[in-house]
C-alpha cells in the first residue's frame, strides 16, 4: 500500500536523522559535559567532515605561508605538510579503527567531532591561564603552578578525546583508549616529528 505524502515526509526525516547536522556549538558543549547526546549533533556525512577539516588544515596554511613570505620557502612548505598530515591521521585512523571493530557507520560523525572539539582548547587556554595566576597569588611557584595547569589540561583533552570515541564509536572503555593512545601518538610523530629532526640535524 502507498505511504500517504505526510507519512512518506515523516520516514524520510527519520532516516535522515543521522545524516544531518545539528548545532555544532551544542554538541562540542554537550560533549565537553560529558554528555552523549552531543555526539547527534555532528553530520554523518563526507560534508560534514569536511566543514571540520577546513579551519584546522587553514591555520597551518597561514602560518607557512608566513614562513614562505621571510624568505624561508622550503622550511614552510615542510611545516605545513607536517601538519596536514598530522591534521589528516586523524580521521584516516579513526575509519580504520572503526572498520575493524565493526563501526565503520559511525566514523563519520565521530571524527568530525574529534576535530571541532579541537576548538575547546581555546577557553580552556583562557581558564588554564586564570588558575594559573591564581595559584601563584595564593603563594606557589610559578613553574610548578604552570606545570599542574598543563597536566590538568592534557588529562581533560585526552579524556573529551576517549569519551568522544566512546560515545560516537560505541566502543568499550578499553578500545576507545586503544585508539586515543594510537592516534595522539601518530597526531605527535607527524606534527612535532619533523622540528625534532631539525633540531637534530643542527646540534654539533
Given at each position: 500500500m502507498p505511504l500517504l505524502p505526510a507519512n512518506r515526509a515523516r520516514q524520510n526525516r527519520s532516516s535522515n536523522r543521522g545524516n544531518n547536522r545539528g548545532s555544532i556549538l551544542r554538541g562540542i558543549l554537550l560533549l565537553a559535559r560529558g554528555r552523549a547526546a552531543g555526539i547527534a549533533e555532528f553530520g554523518n556525512t563526507g560534508d560534514a567532515l569536511a566543514a571540520s577539516l577546513a579551519p584546522l588544515i587553514?591555520?597551518?596554511?597561514?602560518?607557512?605561508?608566513?614562513?614562505?613570505?621571510?624568505?624561508?620557502?622550503?622550511?614552510?612548505?615542510?611545516?605545513?605538510?607536517?601538519?596536514?598530515?598530522?591534521?589528516?591521521?586523524?580521521?584516516?585512523?579513526?575509519?580504520?579503527?572503526?572498520?575493524?571493530?565493526?563501526?565503520?557507520?559511525?566514523?563519520?560523525?565521530?571524527?568530525?567531532?574529534?576535530?571541532?572539539?579541537?576548538?575547546?582548547?581555546?577557553?580552556?587556554?583562557?581558564?588554564?591561564?586564570?588558575?594559573?595566576?591564581?595559584?601563584?597569588?595564593?603563594?606557589?611557584?610559578?613553574?610548578?603552578?604552570?606545570?599542574?595547569?598543563?597536566?590538568?589540561?592534557?588529562?581533560?583533552?585526552?579524556?573529551?578525546?576517549?569519551?568522544?570515541?566512546?560515545t560516537g564509536l560505541r566502543l568499550s572503555g578499553w578500545l576507545a583508549a586503544g585508539l586515543v593512545i594510537l592516534s595522539n601518538c601518530a597526531i605527535g610523530l607527524l606534527t612535532f616529528g619533523p622540528d625534532l629532526l631539525d633540531l637534530i640535524m643542527k646540534k654539533p
Amino acid at each position: 500500500m502507498p505511504l500517504l505524502p505526510a507519512n512518506r515526509a515523516r520516514q524520510n526525516r527519520s532516516s535522515n536523522r543521522g545524516n544531518n547536522r545539528g548545532s555544532i556549538l551544542r554538541g562540542i558543549l554537550l560533549l565537553a559535559r560529558g554528555r552523549a547526546a552531543g555526539i547527534a549533533e555532528f553530520g554523518n556525512t563526507g560534508d560534514a567532515l569536511a566543514a571540520s577539516l577546513a579551519p584546522l588544515i587553514a591555520f597551518p596554511l597561514v602560518g607557512a605561508a608566513m614562513i614562505a613570505m621571510s624568505g624561508q620557502p622550503g622550511l614552510a612548505a615542510l611545516r605545513f605538510l607536517s601538519r596536514l598530515c598530522g591534521v589528516l591521521v586523524l580521521p584516516v585512523i579513526t575509519q580504520t579503527y572503526a572498520k575493524v571493530t565493526g563501526r565503520e557507520a559511525f566514523w563519520l560523525s565521530t571524527a568530525s567531532a574529534l576535530n571541532w572539539s579541537f576548538w575547546i582548547l581555546i577557553p580552556l587556554l583562557l581558564a588554564a591561564a586564570f588558575i594559573g595566576a591564581l595559584l601563584v597569588m595564593a603563594g606557589m611557584n610559578e613553574t610548578r603552578a604552570e606545570e599542574i595547569v598543563i597536566l590538568l589540561l592534557a588529562a581533560y583533552m585526552l579524556w573529551l578525546h576517549w569519551f568522544i570515541v566512546r560515545t560516537g564509536l560505541r566502543l568499550s572503555g578499553w578500545l576507545a583508549a586503544g585508539l586515543v593512545i594510537l592516534s595522539n601518538c601518530a597526531i605527535g610523530l607527524l606534527t612535532f616529528g619533523p622540528d625534532l629532526l631539525d633540531l637534530i640535524m643542527k646540534k654539533p
